[in-house]
């Protein structure tokens, strides 16, 4: 079946760094590729997503490419913010029919001053 | 617009004992989600209801868990009874169709068994 793999974390970076989370996936045909965040007590927000080969995502100043060839859809943000610390999680969803969303484990990313 | 409603937001019980979630989606989206995530992953999908019907429900636990969506609108999911492995955040999601859609998210019920 479909799947998502992230890299395993925590993460903690310093403010102003430069953040890559990477994700890769596993699945038939084309899917639509997400990236979520859930902040500390709140629910899962979209970030970005991408639907088709080579499309970018961006938002916030975050960015992800969805590349077919290497299956991967990585998350990128030039200049952190301690603002930023949450959890990550990249998805997948398959174009056949009305599937439902499928979940990496997530990374949490912590940012400090 | 209003996002999805879900509650309670919290929920201490005991195991054995029974305990319901309720969600209110996102008005005019068709399919309604309920995932599980336990502490340090990813939500795992229970049950996908696509208006009242039922279109996925493989990874329900049926000997323990039921979920309706009466009328294709709010949705109920109960646990009975509740082990101490139900102890995770239960989420509700609503989308409208098409593939390429997002799904949006409730809060969560924080669900605690002791």
């Not at chain 2, 502490?39 to 279109?55: A, D, H, T």
Request: proline share 4%; aromatic share 10%.
């Amino acid at each position: 079946g479909d799947s998502v793999t992230q890299m395993e974390g925590p993460v903690t970076l310093s403010e102003e760094a430069f953040l890559t989370i990477n994700c890769t996936y596993t699945a038939t045909g084309y899917p639509s590729l997400f990236w979520y965040v859930q902040y500390p007590g709140e629910g899962l927000q979209l970030l970005l997503k991408a639907t088709k080969a080579d499309d970018k995502g961006s938002n916030k100043g975050f960015e992800a490419t969805y590349r077919k060839e290497t299956t991967s859809f990585h998350l990128e943000k030039g200049s952190v913010q301690v603002s930023d610390s949450a959890v990550y999680f990249c998805a997948l969803r398959g174009n056949s029919g009305n599937t439902p969303l499928v979940f990496g484990k997530g990374t949490r990313l912590s940012v400090i001053a | 617009e209003a996002g999805v409603a879900q509650s309670p937001r919290y929920k201490i019980i005991e195991k054995r004992q029974s305990v319901a979630f309720w969600c209110n989606p996102i008005s005019g989206h068709a399919t309604l989600y309920w995932y599980q995530q336990i502490l340090g992953q990813g939500p795992k999908l229970l049950i996908q209801f696509q208006n009242n019907g039922v279109v996925d429900d493989s990874q329900l636990p049926k000997d323990r868990f039921s979920a309706e969506r009466l009328k294709g609108v709010d949705s109920t999911l109960k646990i009975q009874p509740a082990k101490l492995e139900d102890s995770a955040v239960y989420l509700c999601a609503s989308s409208s169709q098409g593939g390429g859609t997002e799904a949006f998210f409730g809060q969560g019920t924080r669900l605690t068994v002791v």
